[in-house]
């Protein structure tokens, strides 16, 4: 398809506002490229095909800069949610392409970022140490009078934002092998798949919250390791997409011209965005990453009405 001027510089805007969201959370671009592109081609499976190769793009490109500042760790427990997580892909991905879900897109995705968006821009990440708390109740909830005398976490320990930031260690939250931790990694597994899978989306952010609440994860370590995983979640979800395409709909999704002009917004803002965000608490970078959502979930919703 050739594009017009005022369609390409719509495109690397968008690309330019994805690069900033997956700094700050390896946010996915769903919310805003997937209704921008289904209005320009009309074809929801190439929107959710073009969203995955931009988010796997723009996650190679942000990541470098986690890389450079050692804020990542790969674990082997930690494919524990991305095996479960391409398992349930393959589901989402072969219902949507039998039923007629994908009429949902260009509304539901925008709206439901916003939303989210909302929640960050008023409590920042749910990554203080109140998460924690909770997740330690729980988790001795779940144990017997006997063995919650031995292994009781500290549950009134509090540290501030800055102080959480600054914690470069791997954290214990639930203990890896207990019945929570597999019952967990099967709830955060099946939701990984199905957003990947229906929904077109690199799961960074998913992933993220998995590595937090899953591993112990501080929140950049977490980042730039989800950030990573994406990229396998991305490349397999995209491959999917390739070959269900072909033996269900007789045809491929894909589009080099708008995926270069995409990939040339995000590229460069999330190299860039990736060096100095790290500067920044993780309740700035969660409020900050609350307003890039509205915006982009706004835009999205604003071009679905209007056309």
């Known amino acids: 398809m050739n594009l017009e001027i005022y369609e390409i510089l719509i495109l690397i805007t968008i690309g330019v506002l994805v690069g900033i969201g997956m700094s700050f959370m390896g946010q996915t671009g769903q919310g805003l490229v997937m209704p921008i592109i289904l209005m320009l081609t009309g074809n929801a499976f190439l929107a959710i095909s073009v969203n995955l190769l931009n988010d796997l793009i723009a996650a190679v490109a942000v990541s470098i800069g986690y890389i450079r500042k050692g804020e990542y760790k790969l674990q082997a427990n930690t494919l524990i949610v991305i095996i479960l997580a391409l398992i349930f892909t393959c589901i989402g991905v072969y219902i949507l392409m039998v039923t007629p879900l994908e009429s949902i897109y260009g509304w539901f995705i925008p709206a439901f970022i916003i939303c989210l968006g909302l929640v960050f821009i008023k409590s920042g990440y749910a990554t203080t140490e109140r998460l924690k708390t909770i997740l330690r109740k729980i988790y001795n909830r779940f144990l017997k009078d006997n063995e919650k005398e031995a292994t009781l976490f500290d549950i009134n320990h509090k540290t501030n934002d800055n102080e959480i930031v600054k914690t470069n260690e791997i954290q214990e939250v ?22 990947s899978g229906m929904f077109g989306a690199n799961s960074g952010m998913i992933i993220v919250l998995a590595l937090i609440i899953l591993y112990g994860y501080p929140i950049k370590k977490g980042i730039g390791t989800a950030l990573i995983l994406s990229i396998i979640v991305s490349i397999f979800t995209f491959i999917l997409f390739q070959v269900f395409g072909a033996l269900i709909k007789g045809t491929n999704y894909f589009n080099l011209e708008i995926t270069v002009f995409l990939a040339c917004g995000s590229v460069i803002t999330g190299f860039l965005t990736s060096t100095y965000i790290q500067r920044l608490s993780a309740k700035t970078m969660g409020r900050a990453m609350g307003i890039v959502m509205v915006i982009l979930g706004t835009t999205a919703l604003t071009f679905y009405f209007i056309t």
């Open 174 to 195: 639930i203990p890896y092998g207990s019945k929570l931790f597999y019952i967990i990694s099967v709830v955060f597994g099946f939701f990984l798949g199905i957003n």
